[in-house]
């Protein structure tokens, strides 16, 4: 029974460290990315991958809105220097 739990205690905290640290899913809440995205889609965000390489444009990139504290999804469509 200890053996049960301890898996399950294990598998939690990988999972919450994955959601944590790695991806997340993200769901469209307003029409300002329409028509590429629809209100009520959803998809997976990889956390990491700007710590391998830098963002190109046409990327989906998410961030956390300063001013209303909620998750933003934006298109890049200029970089450093354009």
């Known amino acids: 029974m200890l053996r049960i739990i301890t898996i399950i205690v294990i598998a939690v905290l990988i999972g919450l460290f994955i959601k944590t640290y790695a991806v997340d899913r993200i769901y469209i809440v307003s029409g300002s990315m329409e028509p590429t995205l629809k209100v009520k889609d959803e998809f997976w965000v990889n956390k ?35």
Do not use: N, W
Not at 57 to 75: A, D, H, N, Q, T
């Open 48 to 82: 990491i991958i700007y710590l391998i390489r830098v963002p190109r444009r046409g990327e989906l990139v998410v961030f956390k809105s300063p001013m209303e504290e909620i998750y933003e999804v934006k298109r890049i469509i200029g970089l450093a220097g354009d």
